[in-house]
T-cell receptor, first 111, second 115 residues
Framework: GDSVTQMEGPVTLSEEAFLTINCTYT??????LFWYVQYPGEGLQLLLK?????DKGSNKGFEATYRKETTSFHLEKGSVQVSDSAVYFC??????????FGAGTRLTVKP | DAGITQSPRHKVTETGTPVTLRCHQT?????MYWYRQDPGHGLRLIHY???????DKGEVSDGYSVSRSKTEDFLLTLESATSSQTSVYFC??????????????FGDGTRLSIL
């Protein structure tokens, strides 16, 4: 079945460092891909999405490109801030009712 | 923010007792979902609903039942709670669409501890 694999965390960076969180997927169809962010004590919030190959999703300085040839959707940010500390989830959706999530990657940004 | 309210936000109960969690939405979205979040597993789908009285099982449905008598409410019931059901439960909603590119929007979760 469909699945998502994320790089294991936790990830600790200094403020203004470059961030990459790797995400690869397995799907039989043509899924849409998403990144969600979860702050402590809260639910998941949509960060960005891409719905077809070569699409780039972007929001709040974060970017991810849908790479069909490598089945990847890596999350990047050029300069992280302390406020970016959270857990990040990669997800795919191939059918309306079926969203698959990665295990999550905890990011801590230190001043 | 999507209008999703989960109640209660925290609950501690004993093994063998029934537990009902409620999800209420004000967005009039057709699809509603219940997930559980456990360390190392991300979120896993328990049950979902595609309309009033229309529900189906997800990946980890054993030990759970759901009901949806109104568009805005989706209830998750643990008939006889077990310690393995200790988790954080999230409700999500999504708009009606034939496409899979619609995101899901999440509530703030219910932390359930079963002793």
């Amino acid at each position: 079945g469909d699945s998502v694999t994320q790089m294991e965390g936790p990830v600790t960076l200094s403020e203004e460092a470059f961030l990459t969180i790797n995400c690869t997927y397995t799907a039989t169809g043509y899924p849409s891909l998403f990144w969600y962010v979860q702050y402590p004590g809260e639910g998941l919030q949509l960060l960005l999405k891409a719905t077809k190959a070569d699409d780039k999703g972007s929001n709040k300085g974060f970017e991810a490109t849908y790479r069909k040839e490598t089945t990847s959707f890596h999350l990047e940010k050029g300069s992280v801030q302390v406020s970016d500390s959270a857990v990040y989830f990669c997800a795919l959706r191939d059918r309306i009712w079926d969203m698959r999530f990665g295990a999550g990657t905890r990011l801590t940004v230190k001043p | 923010d999507a209008g999703i309210t989960q109640s209660p936000r925290h609950k501690v109960t004993e093994t063998g007792t029934p537990v009902t969690l409620r999800c209420h939405q004000t967005e009039n979205h057709r699809y509603m979902y219940w997930y559980r979040q456990d360390p190392g597993h991300g979120l896993r789908l328990i049950h979902y609903s595609y309309g009033v009285k229309d529900t189906d099982k997800g990946e980890v449905s054993d030990g759970y039942s759901v009901s949806r008598s109104k568009t805005e409410d989706f209830l998750l019931t643990l008939e006889s709670a077990t310690s393995s059901q200790t988790s954080v439960y999230f409700c999500a909603i999504s708009e009606s669409s034939l496409d899979s590119n619609q995101p899901q929007h999440f509530g703030d979760g219910t932390r359930l501890s079963i002793l």
